[in-house]
Structures are given as structure tokens and as C-alpha cells.
């Protein structure tokens, strides 16, 4: 029997039969991608998982029976592009975002609690050690604070220069800085939120350049306070860091405890895999991060704009308060879970 | 090392980078890892596309901004070029393609690892983990320059230590990079194939026919390139596989190249398509009928 005149079951007959749909499915597809689910009408809502199925069910007969490479790979690529679409977003974007700061922020940041204390902890040892170091030997002060990043705030310095810096005296700093302000703002906001991903980022190391880097942060505070007291200036200094240290110092201290769950993650990874714990302490940090950012923009809006408007400083540490209860508030507050 | 051996590696290497993906009706999709070099591809175009944008931008307040002075544009470069490298990343990865322009040129895509679907946070976690396998190296570097009191040597093991880092995905068989194994995700082929029209089934003008022997010294793997080689239409490489099959199975140059490459291939397709269905997989010629 020669080979051509065999009965042909033949996968040309199988292709005819199913080809209307996968083409269907294709259009409806490529609609999906480009305008979202709104675009379709009900009709071909309802038309998607049968044909999504019928492209599947015809992907496993044609692996089965056809030899047709171009065939498998069309099938291949549409099953994998319709299982995602079809399997994938559930949610609006709006209603992700609404989530978001409703409960899934506020619960991811609850979530990490005890290494957010530790962080904490770390920061305020950081703080400790410059400033006792620096109150008893101010050269010390130049270990810590590096040359560019301290303006001339140095033990070197006249109480009226550094009274100057925090917004008071005569040479208040609005009129020589006047127009530096916003750059100053926007350097503030970039740098810090670059150290804050960069101590969460580290995290996977086991936590530890985390934990420096915090602690390293703690550093740079503490001898920053111990030359305006020295000075007889700390109630103002903290008056002038308040405003916007309480948000900057917890978003910070936010970022090195979601660092530390993925880095406790892969040290301890209890019953579950290496891998899974860090997948899935990595979700809550994310959570946490984007968090932290909204968080640094903030601080970095009071550091740039509200601090240099408002000078007096009572007001500046009630504005500092006033945001502090309402992250606390808004984090540690108990509410309801969202179910969905 | 022989061809069979040499077919069979090939094959076992296309073979690793397929991953089990099986959806909730039991098929198994057999996702691709998508290679290193699609990965720095689809990363370059995103990063010149950022530079483009804000560069666009900048032009753009110059031209609708009175003569801009010097601290908004640097403003610009300095807040834009962070948010954009942030959020580009996460924005275009929140679609439902799941993937950057970059991405979606090289026809790659991120998918989460477990088969689940690809949650926000898993997104932002592995693109913020970006900044540290980019910025790192570069950093140990600027340290490098500007600090004198380091030894060149510190340096060089901090570049090392960071590019471990950022080469990470290297190293694994998954490609993950370290941002992937800390969200959970992968990243994966997801081209489109457009569907070809089917070679086998129009009408057979002039066909010529083959006996059961002469069918008998191919498998599915030379079926496969033949039809690459058809689909292709090059004349020469055509020219070259009709004379091999020719020398092969000892027939003479009578016919055009692409009527006997056309009536050979439908009718090994055919062959082989029938031992399917009774169950005998033939891959290749090495293999026995």
C-alpha cells in the first residue's frame, strides 16, 4: 500500500474543523490585551473560558497527534498567552489600589512588627554610641558625618551659624537658600529612598548590611544631636528634625525590618523550602516598601517645604506628633480584614 | 561523538529550559525560561526608552516653560530618573502582559512561580531588588574611584562580591535573578507564533509518490526541519536538502526541488502521523521504526 492513498484521518481535517475558533479566540484576545475587559460586551465575555478550553483541548490533540511544527507552536503560544489573561488580573486597578491602602499596607507593615522593633532599637543604639562619643570628644564628629553632607554643621561652628541652619537667628536659612529649596527637597527624597531600598534590598544577606545600614543612619543622627546640645540648641535641633524625622526615621526603620523578614526568611525558613520562605517573605516586604516610598515622600514634602515655612518650633514638634500618631494609628489600628 | 548523541543532547538541552506549567484543566503548557541574553536585551531597551522619555520630558517643559532655569532640570533628571526607573518597571509589569516594552519586544514575560497569578506585590518586590543588582557594582566602583585609602585590591572584591549579585542569574538553571527568587517569579518565553498556513493539506498538483522504504529513513526530528526549510522558501537551502534526501534514498534529479521536498514532506507527515496514533513516536532517524 503506498502511503498516499492511506485514509487520512489526517490533522488537515482536525485543523479546518477547529481553526474558526482559535482565530476567535486570537481576535478576542488581542481585543483584551489592548482595551481591558471593558471592552468586550457580555456575548464575548461568555464566549472566553469555552473558547479558551477549545484552544487547550485542541493543543492536547495536536500535541498527540500532529507533526505540524508551526500548528504546535501557534497552539503552545496562544493556550500560554489565553491561560494568563484568563487566570491572571481579577481585580481593577482601582480597586488594587483601594485595597492597597485600606488593608493590605497597614497589614504587611502589622506583619513585620517585631523586626521593625529590632530596626528600631538598632537606629536608636546607632544614635547612642555617636552621641556619646561625640559629647566627650567632638573630633569624633568627623568620623561620622562626612564633609559634603553636613553644610558646615560641625562642632567647629558658631551657635549662630547653626542656629541659622535650623530656620532661626538672623541669617534665617530661607533668604541664602531661597532658591536651592526645592533641589535640596528632591536630593533629600532621592538619596533616602535609594538607602532605604538599598537596606531592604540587602536584606537576603541574612539581614546584617541591613542592620548597618541602619545602624549606620543612627550614627549620623546621633552626632548631629550631640553638636547642636553641645551647643544648648537641642530643643530647637529637635524641634527642627521632628517635623519630619518622625516620618523619615519610620519609613527607614520600616525599610531595614522589611530587609531583616527576608533575610530571617532565609536563614530560618521553617517548615517550608528556602526558596518558598523567601518568595514569600519577599511579597510582604514589597508591600511594605512601596509603603515606605509613599512614606519618604511625605517626610520629604515636610522636610523641603514644611520645614522651611514654619519656624517655630512648638509647632514644628506638634506637626511631627500629629504624624507620628497617624502612622501609628493608621498601621496599628485593628480593623476589620478585607475578606475578598 | 556521533549524531545520534549530538541530536540527543540538543534535544536534552532545549529539554531543561521547559518548565512544568500545568493549568487547573491538566495541561501541561511547558513554559520556556527565557535565555540571559533576551533578559540584557529586553533590560537595555527599557533603560534607553527611560532615557528617552525623560529626555522628551525635559525638552518639553524647556519648550512650554519660560527659559527654564538650570535647578528644574536638574530636578527633572534627578526625581524623574528615579521614578521612572522605579515605576516604569513595576507600571508596565502590572499590565496584563506582564512585561515591559523591553520585555514584550524580546517576547519575554514574568509569570509567578508557583502557577498562582502575579500579585502586585511580588511585581515590586523584584524590581526594587533591580536597584540593588544595577546600582551596586556601579557604586563599589564610584567608592573605588573617589576613596583613596581603599587598595585596589578591597575594591576589586567589593566589584566581584556585587557582581555575584547581579550576575546571580547565571548561576542558576530557572534564570532567576535575585529579585525573581525573592518574589516568587520567572521569567518567561511568550511569543506570539502566527498561525502558518498548513503546508500538508493543499491540493497536490503533479505529486509524485514514495514508496514505504524510501519514507522509512526519516523521523519527526528531519520532518520538523524540513518543514522549517519549506516554510522558509530559500531556494538554495532548498536546492541542498532536495539533494541529500535525493542521495539518501536514491532517486534522480527529474523534478523542481519544491514539488519533490513538498509530495516528500506530506507524505513523511503522513507516515509518521499514522504511527501516532498506533503510538510509536519516532523522533529522529537514529531511532528504531
Partial sequence: MSAASLPTFSTSRFRDEREADWIAFDILLTKLEKKGAVALTSDELLQLPILYRATLSSLSIARATSLDKALLDHLEALSIRGYFLVYGVRETRWSRIRRFFLYDWPAAVRAVWKE??????????????????????????????PEEMSGGRDPRATVEFLQSTLGHG??????????????????????????????????????VPTMMLEYYQGISLGAMLAVFTGK??????????????????????????????????????????????????????GKVMVGVILMLLVAGLLEGFGRQLITDTVLRYAIGTVMLLFWLAYYYIPRREDVA | MTAAARNARLRGSQAKKIREFVTPEGVDLELRIASSGLRLGALIVDLIAITVTLFVFNLLVDWIGHATPRDIA????????????????????????????????????????????????????????????LFLPLMMVGVGASEDMVSGWTVAAGVIWS???????????????????????????????????????????????FTEAELSVYGIFELQELERILRARDPRAMREVADTIRAKIGRPVAEEDD???????????????????????REDKYASE
Fill in chain 1, 116 to 145: 521593625t522593633l529590632i530596626i528600631a532599637l538598632v537606629i536608636i543604639l546607632g544614635a547612642l554610641t555617636s552621641w556619646s562619643l561625640v559629647a566627650h570628644n567632638p573630633e569624633w564628629y568627623f568620623n561620622f558625618v
Fill in chain 1, 232 to 285: 544648648g540648641l537641642g530643643v530647637d535641633f529637635g524641634g527642627w528634625l521632628f517635623i519630619h524625622g518622625t516620618t523619615e526615621l519610620f519609613a527607614a526603620a520600616l525599610s531595614g525590618a522589611a530587609g531583616l523578614r527576608i533575610g530571617a526568611a532565609v536563614v530560618f525558613p521553617g517548615a517550608r523550602g528556602r526558596l518558598e520562605a523567601a518568595s514569600d517573605a519577599g511579597r510582604t516586604a
Fill in chain 2, 74 to 133: 536638574f530636578i527633572i533628571w534627578m526625581l524623574g530618573a528615579f521614578v521612572l526607573r522605579t515605576f516604569w518597571f513595576i507600571g508596565f509589569e502590572l499590565g496584563s502582559r506582564a512585561a515591559t516594552p523591553g520585555k514584550r519586544l524580546m517576547g519575554i514575560r514574568v509569570v509567578a512561580r508557583d502557577g498562582g497569578r502575579l500579585t502586585a506585590d511580588a511585581v515590586v518586590a523584584r524590581n526594587l531588588i533591580r536597584e540593588l543588582e
Fill in chain 1, 170 to 207: 538672623k541669617a534665617a536659612a530661607g533668604s541664602e537658600k531661597e532658591s536651592g529649596l526645592h533641589v535640596f527637597a528632591t536630593y533629600l527624597f532621592t538619596h533616602n529612598s535609594q538607602v532605604s531600598i538599598l537596606s531592604f534590598a540587602l536584606g537576603f544577606a541574612f539581614g
Fill in chain 2, 259 to 281: 514539488v519533490f521536498l513538498l509530495s516528500y514532506y506530506r507524505q513523511l507527515k503522513a507516515r509518521l502521523e499514522r504511527g501516532l496514533l498506533f503510538g510509536k513516536r
Fill in chain 2, 163 to 209: 557582581l555575584t549579585l547581579s550576575l546571580f542569574l547565571l548561576f542558576n538553571r530557572d534564570r532567576m535573578r535575585m529579585g525573581d527568587l525573592i518574589a516568587g517569579t520567572w521569567v518567561v518565553m511568550a511569543q506570539r507564533a502566527k498561525l502558518d498556513s498548513d503546508i500538508s493539506a493543499s491540493a497536490e498538483a503533479g505529486a509524485m509518490l
